[in-house]
């Protein structure tokens, strides 16, 4: 058999499929992501590829895997794989839930810390030489205990998030697809409409999965519904967010600010006017980056590559 392996993992980790099977073929660099060629010419005689959110697996791809039996992505999210297409030609698709949602609603919570409470300016203060004296007034940001936190999708990151909320006396608003019962009672969240959350929330927190239904489903009418004191976190996808839209609001202070973990494109560029205004925090997609967590989602997303070349049903199937 032979295994694609798009990224560098660490040996404990590719000695779990190299004691396996006869050649695991893993992408030589480091930061960069395998060139689409060289993952065309690999896949055409591969059985089993250990993928991650930033390879296209597309039709293109797809038709010339003509063996391949297992797509499994190092992520949660799977908006990069044609999973219709997969399934059509009895590839299974895997990925790794579960395991990333406290290290994710942690990230979530500490932008929105670090967002609301202006630390990246304070540092840029320091660093700059810019403290003169401790001031009444100096980097004065939004009170994060007791506000209003508005959830967008609460899945199991949402309650995560909702759990940290609490501990923090938030009064938690949540908008779903479905009610959430578990939620509610342990959280004492509130099912709400997608506008009531938007005009109620001082927190608006966007964890929804990418889908054509998701696309950039925060633009300039919800920036518009949101307070002027709103802080708008993002730890989904970007793909999710109208940019525009919100490069207007935060730019014309229509809310308070926005801390943002993922992008339209990634990795955005230095020179993007996002970046030119300071009530922004911004992370280059590290959500789930503990080394614990991404330890376990480097195993997880091999175990579900060995259940699937082995015709096993995947620990986290793609549905
Ligand atoms: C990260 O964004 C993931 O989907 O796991």
Sequence with gaps: MKVVVTRQLPNEIIEMLSNRYEEVVVWEKEDEPIPRERLLREIVDADGLLTNLTDKIDKELLSQATKLKVVSTLAVGFD????????KRGIQVGHTPGVLTEATADLTFALLLATSRRLVEGMDVIRENRWTSWGPFLLTGQQVHGATIG???????????????KGFSMNILYHNRTRHLEAEEEFDATY??????LEQSDFVVLLVPSTKETHKMIGTAEFERMKKTAVFINTSRGTNVD???????????SIYAAGLDVFEEEPISASHPLLKLNNITVLPHVGSASIQTRLQMAKLAVDNTICGLEGKTLIHEVK
């Design 80 to 87: 990069n794989i044609d999973v219709v297409e997969a399934k």
């Design 151 to 165: 959830i967008i999708g609460m899945g199991r990151i949402g309650m995560s998030v909702a759990k940290r909320a």
């Design 192 to 197: 709400c409409s997608m506008d009531d959350l």
């Design 243 to 253: 940019e525009d839209a919100l490069y207007k609001a935060l730019e014309s202070q």
